[in-house]
């Protein structure tokens, strides 16, 4: 078998690890093969890029690639392509991102019967939750773990899954948000039994009134923490401002963290990327609680302010 020289690209940057290059260097240093980050002045036998996000939120790879083939893959390229099964279920080369060491990373299921009409997921893994994977597929210890499933309660197998994420007692961070619509006691029950770092969830549609849902799991949870009950609220797809603003305030109230999202952020109104910087800045998000009263430019002039008064004591 001849070893082969890859590179690898992740297009997106390295602010978060790319799962998918993750597993293609396992797989290919199990096989022998050399493995590394591609750089422009080498060449090699296969290079892979991968890229999660579209054009929205992060440029292509325009740089000069010396490689005998290229493949590209992941969502931001399309919808199609897959890992190989082999590659799929390998264990993913964690010392590729050593700035994120002491973390696993991984899918327990996937799919979601929700269909959003901004969310790729059901178009990409299906319209039904189906678990995929054991956690010690890629678990094997790390302190913490953070979760990508899309929505592992709608997953029939969610009692044995959400039971190996408590045998673990490693602290798990459910990343991609769970669906408050479907938790039950029973649920909100096997979620205490888990090590929680972060619960996520969704209140995108402002049609849909979520309060029961939420009012019932904060009775419910042993998570009282209202900093480690984060919901994503999508805002600047069909929803007013007056829609948005309700649903941050009415998430507060109930002891839930709002954490806004802007959809197509470059064709959002002003007002709405203010209210995404009021919101998920917390320091300004709990020192003025009535997002009315917040000046995006109050520290600049806090400063100056502070500036002026050391001219005026010099006696400038």
């Known amino acids: 078998m001849d070893i082969l020289k890859i590179g690898l690209i992740d297009v997106d940057g390295h602010r978060w690890p790319n799962l998918c290059l993750m597993k293609i260097s396992a797989y290919h240093k199990a096989r022998g093969d050399t493995v590394e980050w591609h750089d422009g002045r080498r060449q090699y036998d296969l290079v892979y890029m991968s890229r999660v996000f579209t054009d929205s939120y992060s440029k292509d790879y325009t740089g000069r690639i010396r490689a005998d083939r290229i493949i590209k893959g992941g969502t931001g390229y399309g919808l199609t392509g897959k890992l190989p ?34 969310c790729i997921v059901g178009e990409k893994e299906g319209r039904k939750a189906v678990a995929v994977a054991n956690l010690s597929e890629f678990w094997s210890g790390e302190k913490e773990i953070k979760l990508l499933d899309a929505n592992l309660l709608a997953c029939p197998d969610w009692e044995r899954l959400l039971g190996q994420l408590a045998e673990s007692r490693a602290m798990v961070d459910f ?10 006691p029973e649920k909100a029950a096997a979620l205490n039994r888990v090590r929680t770092k972060m619960l996520h969830f969704a209140w995108d549609n402002p049609e849909d009134d979520l309060t029961p849902y939420f009012k019932r799991f904060a009775d419910l ?17 069909g929803s007013t401002h007056e829609q948005d603003l309700y649903r941050v305030y009415t998430l507060r109230g109930m002891g839930y963290d709002p954490y806004v999202m802007v959809y197509e952020k470059s064709t959002a109104p002003p007002i709405t990327r203010r209210l995404q910087q009021w919101a998920n800045n917390k320091w300004f998000f709990r020192a003025v609680p009535d997002f009315n009263d917040f000046d995006p430019n109050w520290r600049r002039k806090q400063k100056g302010v502070g500036n002026e008064d050391r001219t005026a004591e010099n006696g400038s």
């Open 175 to 184: 990343t991609q948000g769970l669906d408050i619509r479907l938790v039950t």
């Open 85 to 118: 099964d082999d590659v799929e279920h390998t264990r993913p080369d964690y010392g590729l991102y050593p700035q994120f060491s002491g973390t696993a990373y991984g899918f327990l299921s996937r799919g979601c019967p929700r269909g959003c009409g901004f």
């Open 221 to 237: 949870t042993s998570v009282k923490d209202c900093r480690k009950r984060r919901v994503y609220v999508l805002t600047n797809y």
